[in-house]
């Protein structure tokens, strides 16, 4: 019986910091298998990973191993040892996960630690987990705690000295200084920051004698509102606060008072919110706003609302219009909203099906042909050898190589069937994944597919929807 295997090698700093590189990785694992009767490797799975404890580092082959395992094209797995297969805790977990769920799958390491098939195995898998878990941790607490205590104190932390103040990063810059208290004067007297950004481009102030970037509005507005212009000592530019509660001063000469600071992030803040509001309120709140076109004029159809539509009446509750003349329509034609989103949904639906599955049918292996003639050429060494026409060392070192391409083949071929199976599963789920977009994104997702529906009038009285009188521009 042929046990598949997937191997799994990590490149990683060994916790004595001793590098075990992958080709010994695989070549250990795969001398062991080799001495096991039927256990087959039919696939590598390297991950490149310097960074032994960084949290949402993705690791694509791992991932791609335990589907493999869940999806049950493998029958287990061997490693060089533990240390290689989990990162952080919750990476155990979902192992032992796996192997709780399916108890037949194989768990072999090299160095033969624990066995994760096993409830002994994982117990003593889990207790060195949480040990190496808490090494890693105490190590990070001690940066942070020394990060802390630069903040508490009121020193300086690293970096470039911060806009406003000399390289020693106590002393006040004059010019620099002076620029900030400009502006933050022409702020409070209603000037926009924009404009006060424009004045210091064509000025060439720079962000810093270090970066030497030309201001930014984002820039500027990060400058004017540092907490460390009115003393405070800031941690990614809030305010720290110490241990008494208190936000801490720094050891470095002031450019404002607090007050002044606190009136000029207001005014900003405010036109943040405003800035907010007005976007808002511009947004295409109808999938169709701006896509239609009207075919009398050409003018973009705009929805509103119909006044006379009530909750519980019939009819559409908003219609898509051509603009009246004054607004530079001919407003002669008209669309209910509902049929006519509905239409385009359905359009947009059809044009991703067949965007995420290519082919109608499901797509045929590529491998099955060589599949098909490995099994073909086996079964003839074997009745060769049987009926004594070759040795049987001869077959059996021809037949090695043919059963690894057979199982390797194997693995892909099942692959294949479970891709295809998750490509079936998504066409599906489109509509309803559409649904539960935001209209923004609607919008974006029809305007992937479609640059324009031109709408033509339906004539006197014509109530039904008709398709038949919308034409749709495909984007290229
Ligand atoms: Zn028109």
Known sequence: MVVRLGGYARISLDRDGEELGVDRQMADYRQMAAARPGWTV??????????????????????????????????????????????????????IDIFEERKSLIFSTVSNDYDLSTSDGQMMARVMAAAAKKASDDTARRVARKHRELADSGKNGGGFPPFGWKADRITVDPVQA??????????????RLSTITAEWQEKGIRTSRNTGKPITR????????????????????????????????????????PERLDAVVAVLEGVKTQYKANNLSNNHKYLLSGILRCAECGTRMMANMRASWKEGSKGSRFMYRCPASKDGGCGKVSRAGEPLDLYIINLIHDAEARLNAPTVEPAEWPGAARFSEVEQEISELISAMNGKKISAATAIAMLEPLERERDELGYERNRHSVEQAKAAA??????????????????????????????RPAGRGARKFNPDLLEVVWAA
Not at 67 to 73: E, V
Not at 219 to 238: D, E, M, S
């Open 42 to 95: 039919v696939r590598d799975y390297i991950d490149n990973d310097l960074s032994a404890y960084k949290k949402n580092v993705v690791r694509p082959e791992f991932e791609q191993l335990l589907a493999d395992l869940k999806a049950g094209i493998l029958d287990g797995l061997i490693a060089y040892d533990l240390d290689r297969l989990w990162r952080q805790p919750r990476d155990l977990e979902r192992l």
């Open 178 to 191: 002076e620029l900030i208290t400009k502006a933050h004067d022409a702020l409070l007297s209603g000037t």
């Open 218 to 257: 984002v820039a500027l507005k990060g400058i004017l509102t540092n907490p460390r212009l009115a003393g405070f000592r800031a941690v990614k530019r809030q305010k720290h606060i110490g241990p008494d509660g208190k936000p801490v001063m720094g050891v470095w000469e002031p450019i404002c008072t």
């Open 426 to 455: 998504a066409v599906v789920d489109l509509s309803e994944e559409f649904e539960r977009l935001p209209i923004e994104r609607q919008r974006a997702v029809v305007m992937k597919h479609i640059r324009a529906v031109v709408v």
